[in-house]
C-alpha cells in the first residue's frame, strides 16, 4: 500500500514564497512518477507540476512556469513544490499523486495517477 502525506500549507500574502512537501510510504519511491495538482472552491481539479522517476525531466501548466518549481529527494522519499511571486488566484488545496506505471508523456493528466494524497491549504491573501 501507497500512502502520500502533503504538507507545508499555509496563509501567506501576495507576492510571498512557499514550499510545499509530499512523502510516498510504502513502497520503492523512486518507481513513481510524482506530480502535484491543485483545486480551488467550485474549481475542478487542475494539474501543476509533475517529475520523473529521477527527477531528470518535468513538466508544468502553462500559467506556472517560472513562478513554480518542482523537485523530488529520492533519499527522503519526498517531492517538493516551490511557489515563488504567489498570487491570490494561486489559493487551492494542493494535492500531492503518484503513479508507478505509466508513461510519463501521460503525466500531466488526473486519470494517469493512482495514489493521492489528502491535501494541503494554501491561501494567498491580497
Known amino acids: 500500500q501507497v500512502t502520500l502525506v502533503e504538507s507545508g500549507g499555509g496563509a501567506v500574502q501576495a507576492g510571498d514564497s512557499l514550499r510545499v512537501s509530499c512523502i510516498l510510504s510504502?513502497?520503492?519511491?523512486?518507481?513513481?512518477?510524482m506530480g502535484w495538482f491543485r483545486q480551488a472552491p467550485g474549481k475542478g481539479r487542475e494539474f501543476v507540476a509533475t517529475?520523473?522517476?529521477?527527477?531528470?525531466?518535468?513538466e508544468y501548466a502553462d500559467s506556472l512556469k517560472g513562478r513554480f518549481t518542482i523537485s523530488r529527494d529520492n533519499a527522503k522519499n519526498t517531492v517538493y513544490l516551490q511557489m515563488n511571486s504567489l498570487k491570490p488566484e494561486d489559493t487551492a488545496v494542493y494535492y500531492c499523486a503518484a503513479r508507478a506505471h505509466m508513461f510519463f508523456a501521460t503525466a500531466t493528466r488526473l486519470d494517469a495517477y493512482d495514489y493521492w494524497g489528502q491535501g494541503t491549504q494554501v491561501t494567498v491573501s491580497s
Open positions: 517529475i520523473s522517476r529521477n527527477g531528470d525531466s518535468t
Open positions: 510504502g513502497r520503492t519511491f523512486s518507481s513513481y512518477v
